[in-house]
């Protein structure tokens, strides 16, 4: 009974997180139509936030209704001259004297500003979202500074102190990050390395632990190592009954498994020690030369017993920060579709509704950050995707008025129907073959 009340409680807060994540997302979207409609001249009629029935709503002063509706799932600007809340079609009819109000009467310009806002918005909350973590967790000083200590376990030594700024490892001298890293990956494991520090204007050697442990610093959403319950934080300390001291050994243990299961020994603060059995599971990743398949638990490492010490990051800094990841998830949403479709990867690798939220509940579980940096990642995702050129998605109206430019002249109503029609019919296939991968995929 216990676990069957664990489980919906589970159920319910996955539910929860997914709900409140889409509903910022959508209601950015949305905001963006509404706002450069109105700037444009023109009228939306209705912003809804959910489709069904109407729980509460209020009209403004310039005429829209605003409404929450029952089913939570999306939500929607309908114009005047809308047929229906996706735009789709050839539109209904209007008061001659309101058609420049409305969004087929409107101007090229108006119509394509209106209609490429929504996912423009989408990456400008990206932007900001990532950003906005830049700026709250700052940027690591230039030089290699101890910042915070982590949690280890007890066996491990840990002689450095916040502030120490690292000097040598192992005899070796470090004078930027990169060194450090250079140092770290050549050394010999070992339990325990001499770390030369300055401290308060005099330098000396500590003792301090291996620099490349196995400590988990993310866990991936719906992979292996979140399902099984494991947690940033926490320290491998022997697979199958090995012992595991270097994040590489975790790695080249889990590709010479090749799937099967395996059984973690695990560290965790505050509860000490507790064995974790989890499954591999293949995946794509992209490469120089295109796809491989590797066998994966959805874990990353690369960090130690320290935080670096940070400094704060500026506007300017932050913001470009956020774009160039932005644009890295565009980029990498780009490729995967293309590898897709072209037969590099399967087809596995494209999820649906269960599959994203449960990856943001798991988000959401893991602390407020993650959460927020998994809605700048869904917000630049569904940017993208609204940006393809299919009827009935922000992409195909703008390819309906890049003809139009082009040609001088609208496509015919018909031809609007039919595209439209066959548009809306892919992306429901689309979501069933997203749902269907999410029940039956490994």
């Known amino acids: ?6 489980d919906l409680g589970g159920l319910i807060w996955t539910a929860c997180a997914f709900i409140l994540a889409l509903s910022i997302i959508v209601t950015v979207h949305e905001y963006g139509h509404y706002i450069v409609g109105r700037w444009s001249g023109i009228k939306a009629e209705v912003f809804s936030l959910g489709f069904g029935p109407r729980l509460f709503s209020r009209r403004d002063k310039h005429g829209t209704l605003w409404q929450v509706a029952a089913i939570p799932l999306g939500g929607y600007v309908r114009f005047l001259g809308d047929s229906n809340a996706a735009s789709a079609g050839s539109g209904a009819a209007v008061d001659p004297s309101l058609a420049r109000q409305s969004l087929p009467g409107a101007p090229l310009w108006a119509r394509f500003a209106t209609v490429a806002a929504g996912p423009i918005f989408n990456f400008i909350l990206s932007i900001l979202v990532f950003g906005g973590v830049a700026m709250w967790q700052g940027m690591p000083v230039d030089t290699p500074q101890v910042g915070t200590l982590r949690a280890a376990p007890a066996s491990v030594q840990i002689g450095l102190e916040p502030g120490d700024r690292i000097v040598a490892l192992d005899g070796q001298k470090v004078e930027n990050w990169a060194d450090l890293g250079r140092i770290a990956t050549d050394l010999p494991p070992k339990p325990v390395h001499d770390w030369t ?9 500590v003792p301090g632990p291996d620099p490349m442990p196995a400590l988990l610093t993310g866990i991936a959403p719906r992979s292996a190592a979140a399902d099984a319950g494991l947690r940033a934080g926490d320290v491998i300390l022997a697979i199958d009954g090995k012992p595991v001291s270097r994040f590489d050994e975790l790695r080249e243990r889990v590709l010479a498994a090749q799937g099967a299961p395996l059984l973690l020994r695990v560290w965790r603060e505050g509860q000490g020690e507790a064995d974790y059995t989890l499954i591999p599971r293949e995946q794509d990743l992209p490469t120089a030369e295109g796809y ?15 935080d670096p010490a940070t400094r704060s990051t500026g506007v300017v800094e932050a913001l470009s920060l956020g774009a160039a990841r932005t644009w890295d ?15 590099q990867i399967g087809s596995c690798n494209l999820g649906g509704a269960i599959s994203i939220a449960e990856s943001t509940g798991q988000a959401a579980s893991a602390g407020g950050s993650d959460f927020l940096w998994w809605i700048g990642v869904l917000s630049a995702a569904i940017g993208f995707l609204n940006l393809l050129p299919v009827p009935v998605l922000d992409g195909g109206h703008l390819m309906f008025y890049a003809y139009e430019a082009v040609a001088r002249r609208k496509p015919s109503d018909r031809v609007i129907d039919i595209l439209s029609a066959l548009g809306m019919a892919a992306v429901l296939a689309l979501m069933v073959f997203g749902l269907t991968n999410d029940l039956f995929c490994p």
């Open 197 to 205: 520090v300055s401290r308060d204007g005099r330098e000396l050697t």
């Open 292 to 306: 491989e398949k590797r066998w994966m638990i959805g874990v990353t490492g690369g960090g130690t017993y320290f």
């Open 329 to 343: 998830i565009i980029a990498s949403s780009l490729s995967g579709l293309w590898a897709m479709i072209s037969g």
């Open 1 to 6: 009974m216990s676990a069957l009340i664990a």
